[in-house]
């Protein structure tokens, strides 16, 4: 339940902050620097005055769009190219699965950061270098899902009925073959939000004074002995969603495999 509470509410974050906070996450208060947590300023202050906490919550909606974008980019193009490989076999199995096996030899950071030095530094180039990163993941699985549900009786019996390779494939192949492809979906939810902080943590995801949750833990370090709220407390949400995505990624799979 916890780990439905953690999404739930950093969602409602990104859709309407102003129920929860009434700080403006950019301007700033000088006189109110380096506070630290109170009644007032939940997470304290950073050190041009603002409200940590609202810089917290205004700042999901980048985080949770931008690992909304990579985790569609990576399973929409990998189940096609999965699709492709499993239930076309032969050439076109060979080629998708050695580019496949070469994406996943290169570390998901890496391969990250050499699609942003193509596209460039910023939000929405971070979360599709992140998605890029993952096509290889979401392909590997699905390919192995549809050889698995291309083999069954229900599908050969469909084909020796008459009929057609891709109506087959999208009534019944496809469907039963994206249960695991949807939790692992669950899981590089919160892989992605965790990439695209630490991006953003190196400067290459949202400038400044963007309330992005990397770029807030990357301000908070230089004031580490004085102020530990301006990292500690921004990471504390970072690891509570990504360990909530992980959990929930857990019962998908557990559910899909029970069907």
């Known amino acids: 339940m916890i780990k439905w509470l953690v999404v739930a509410l950093v969602l409602l974050w990104a859709v309407m902050p102003g129920l929860f906070t009434g700080y403006d996450p950019i301007a700033g208060v000088p006189a109110d620097k380096l506070m630290a947590p109170s009644a007032e300023h939940w997470f304290g202050t950073d050190a041009v005055g603002r409200d940590l906490f609202a810089r917290v919550v205004h700042g999901a909606v980048h985080s949770l769009s931008g690992a909304f974008v990579a985790v569609a980019v990576g399973l929409v193009l990998g189940t096609l190219l999965g699709l492709l490989a499993g ?83 999208w009534r019944h192949v496809l469907p039963n073959s994206l249960g695991p492809v949807i939790a692992l979906a669950a899981l590089q939810f919160g892989v992605a939000i965790l990439a695209i902080s630490t991006l953003g943590f190196l400067g290459y995801g949202a400038a400044p004074p963007t309330p992005e949750w990397g770029l807030l833990i990357s301000e908070g370090r230089n004031y580490l002995a004085t102020a530990w709220w301006l990292t500690t407390l921004p990471g504390a949400v970072v690891v509570a969603v990504v360990l909530a995505a992980g959990r929930i990624s857990r019962r998908i799979d557990e559910l899909a495999r029970r069907a």
């Open 87 to 169: 239930s076309v076999g032969g050439l076109a199995d060979t080629v998708v699965m050695r580019v496949v096996d070469v994406l996943l030899s290169v570390p998901g950071l890496l391969l990250a950061l050499t699609v942003i030095i193509l596209l460039g530094p910023g939000t929405v180039n971070v979360a599709l270098a992140v998605g890029i990163g993952s096509v290889a993941t979401f392909a590997r699985l699905a390919r192995s899902e549809v050889v698995r549900t291309r083999r069954a009786d229900y599908v050969e019996a469909a084909f020796g009925s008459g009929g057609r390779f891709l109506p087959v494939l």
